[in-house]
């Protein structure tokens, strides 16, 4: 179903225009270019793309299991750039090796330049295909001023590549159920972000998509180790993951305030980390089983990519601003959608969940941990637009007429 134009400009004009100053005002105090091609801290410009851009440059030079040691990794990186650079980390499975392959070969700006042009293009085709022909400029321009792109624009981050997968993954469903499989199967680049995904797949019966999924994991796996060896699966899959671990447990440093999950938010509050765990597994659980349910009441592939995407950032105890992305579609869905003029509470909530990807470093900087408030009010008004008025509730019950399905 085609989301049609239906605007009150004012109020929509008012977040996206005001999101866009307030995140490049913002940013611009993190990112700002300095000399030599480095931003005022020290980092090359593209920052976190320096990962994507060095991992395959050692890993094809003959040095893959550099990339598993923190200390050798950074050394590095330093020679690759000739100056000491601040710490990076190589936390992916070995077969995005093959995929950043040809980013290798570029140098580095160049790399960095085609990398996020390709990539926001990719995201910005899936977002926009259930929008009518005639707003899908509007819609590319909305992404364009959004925050959550904003970071990824400005700091190098693979947010446009796992949300291109994971919606468009949901969007090929039905239509093109292998399409979906081979994209799940390589949103384990992240596997945290697919945590909501299996118990949905299942329940919507979806077992083409399951199997294709099982089967380009077996694929990648076989195929990297058959470069790489067995040695750099072992240690992502035990000291990586124990690394990251550790990362949670101690909650120090700048990546914390980039952090937008329910453990984080317990973590920011001053929780330890057992009952910051207990915190998330206590949001998780059922948001996974009521996303899983709700999925099945809606035949709309728009719809259903709401509920998942809103649900996946609460799921995992692993998220970041950068991965908000996912979310940033579902409020520009809104936004072509709905007349916002008599909806404050509504115009309040997407205001503040659109602001969330910037507004949650000064404010977990702070102790004020407001991402998991937000993106739960937001999953909750996706399930109850899903299950409301016109939505799974009246089909349910008899009508004389047809309940005409909502457009998501």
């Known amino acids: 179903m085609k989301i049609s134009l239906s605007m009150s400009l004012r109020p929509k004009a008012l977040l996206i225009l005001g999101g866009m100053a307030a995140s490049l005002s913002f ?3 993190i990112y700002w270019p300095a000399a030599h091609g480095l931003d005022k801290f020290g980092y090359p410009i593209g920052r976190d793309f320096i990962n994507n851009w060095a991992g395959p440059k050692i890993a094809f030079g003959g040095h893959v299991m550099t990339l598993y040691d923190l200390n050798a990794y950074a050394n590095a990186i330093g020679r690759l750039f000739g100056q000491p650079l601040p710490f990076h980390n190589w936390s992916y499975p070995p077969f995005l090796l093959l995929l950043y392959w040809p980013l290798g070969q570029m140098p580095y700006f160049v790399a960095l330049g085609t990398w996020t042009i390709s990539l926001f293009a990719a995201y910005a085709f899936v977002a926009s295909r259930f929008v009518a022909r005639a707003n899908r400029l509007a819609m590319v321009l909305i992404l364009v001023c959004a925050p959550a792109c904003l970071v990824n624009m400005v700091g190098g981050q693979n947010g446009f ?10 969007l090929a469903l039905d239509r093109r159920p292998i399409l979906a499989g081979v994209l799940i199967g390589l ?20 077992w083409r998509t399951i199997a294709t999924t099982f089967v380009t994991i ?14 750099p699966w072992r240690r992502y899959l035990f000291e990586t993951s124990a690394y990251q671990l550790e990362l949670l447990k101690h909650f120090q440093g700048f990546y914390t305030y ?19 765990a207990f915190i998330q597994t206590f949001i998780a659980v059922p948001v ?3 996303s899983g349910l709700a999925v099945r009441w809606t035949a709309d592939p728009c719809q259903r990519a709401m509920i998942l995407a809103t649900a996946a950032p609460l799921i995992t105890p692993y998220a970041f ?4 992305t996912l979310v940033t579609v579902v409020i520009a869905w809104r936004l072509i959608e709905e007349d916002m003029a008599n909806r404050p509470g509504r115009t309040t909530l997407y205001f503040v969940a659109w602001l969330t990807p910037v507004l949650l470093m000064p404010l977990n900087a702070r102790g004020i941990p407001i991402a998991p408030v937000a993106l739960l009010a ?5 399930i109850a637009d899903v299950a409301g008025p016109g939505g799974v509730a009246a089909r349910l019950r008899p009508q004389r007429l047809p309940t005409p399905v909502k457009a998501c």
């Open 378 to 382: 937001l999953f909750a008004r996706t």
């Open 27 to 29: 940013l611009s105090r």
């Open 321 to 324: 601003n950068y991965d908000l």
């Open 288 to 290: 996974v089983l009521l």
């Open 161 to 170: 590549l796992t949300a291109t997968l994971f919606l468009g993954a949901i």
């Open 218 to 231: 077996i694929v990648l796996v076989v195929v990297s180790t058959a470069v790489f060896g067995l040695e």
């Open 258 to 276: 980039m952090m937008c999950s329910v453990l984080s938010g317990a973590r920011t509050l001053g929780l330890p980390f057992q009952a910051a």
């Open 187 to 206: 949103l384990t680049i992240k596997p945290q972000l697919g945590l909501v995904l299996p118990l949905a797949l299942l329940s919507l019966k979806a």
